[in-house]
Nanobody
């Protein structure tokens, strides 16, 4: 059974940094397209950053230049380095692993990120 577990969330002041990790178990992460999504209260879940198998990355406009997604397949882990955090980045962050066109689509349980002074 494939499981994704996020860690690294927390409370940080505006302008601060956090690094999220997502560990994949039950399967080799290298086969999956992966990404980070977030959902703020009262809003729909949105894509933050995605990384392909190759890897090629794609970031949402709202986080370009501030967030960086990466992956280490040897560790079955994906990361999201978040710098210069803003209050509007406050949300629950979810990691996703999927094989496009298949039923293999997995989500982590979510990690709360709160940006507040």
């Amino acid at each position: 059974q494939v499981q994704l577990v996020e860690s690294g969330g927390g409370l940080v002041q505006p302008g601060g940094s956090l690094k999220l990790s997502c560990v994949v178990s039950g399967s080799a992460s290298g086969r999956y397209e992966m990404g980070w999504y977030r959902q703020a209260p009262g809003k729909q879940r949105e894509s933050v950053a995605r990384i392909s198998v190759i890897p090629v990355t794609r970031d949402a406009d709202s986080v370009k230049g501030r967030f960086a997604i990466s992956r280490d397949n040897a560790k079955n882990t994906m990361y999201l380095q978040m710098n210069n955090l803003k209050p509007e980045d406050t949300a629950v962050y979810y990691c996703n692993a999927a094989v496009p066109g298949s039923s293999m689509n997995y989500w982590g349980q979510g990690s709360q990120v709160t940006v507040s002074s």
